[in-house]
């Protein structure tokens, strides 16, 4: 923020985008499952200019329009007309969520019996090196 301060061009756009942020925000806590692909646009002369990925997901934001533009006026925003624009080249990636499974005490200790137990023949190999490694994986992340 110091830097954006610092400049007196940079300066005068920080009103307009913490405005927009705000009504970005605003519009995604009216609209949690609809406008998470969304973004505002442009808001000027009260009316409103949302972005959106697909035409599919314009159609179903279309017949909630009316929600919210009266949410967002409660909300001290004022909001005489809202347009979608549908922009198909935006790209909205969601992040997985990694998925780490985590095994108890118990049983890596039973893991570990269970590599110890095999016999030592080469067809079992592979076996009990994918379980030390599994093992020895699950142990680093326990002192993570």
Known sequence: ?????????????????ARMAALQKDCAAILPGIFTACE????ESDKLVLSVPS??????????????RESLLKRGW?????RLKV???QVVVKAK???????SGSALVALEELEKSLEAKPY??????????????????QQE
């Open 78 to 82: 004022q909001v005489s007309a809202i």
């Open 87 to 89: 922009q198909v080249d």
């Open 124 to 141: 079992n190999d592979p076996l009990r090196a994918a379980l030390q490694a599994m093992v020895q994986r699950h142990r680093a992340r």
């Open 40 to 43: 505002v646009l442009q808001f």
């Open 97 to 103: 969520p990694e998925k780490r499974a985590t095994l």
């Open 1 to 17: 923020m110091d830097f954006l301060n610092a400049n007196d061009k940079m300066a005068s756009l920080l009103p307009t985008v």
């Open 55 to 68: 035409a599919a997901l314009a159609a179903k934001l279309k017949q909630t329009l009316p929600r919210l």
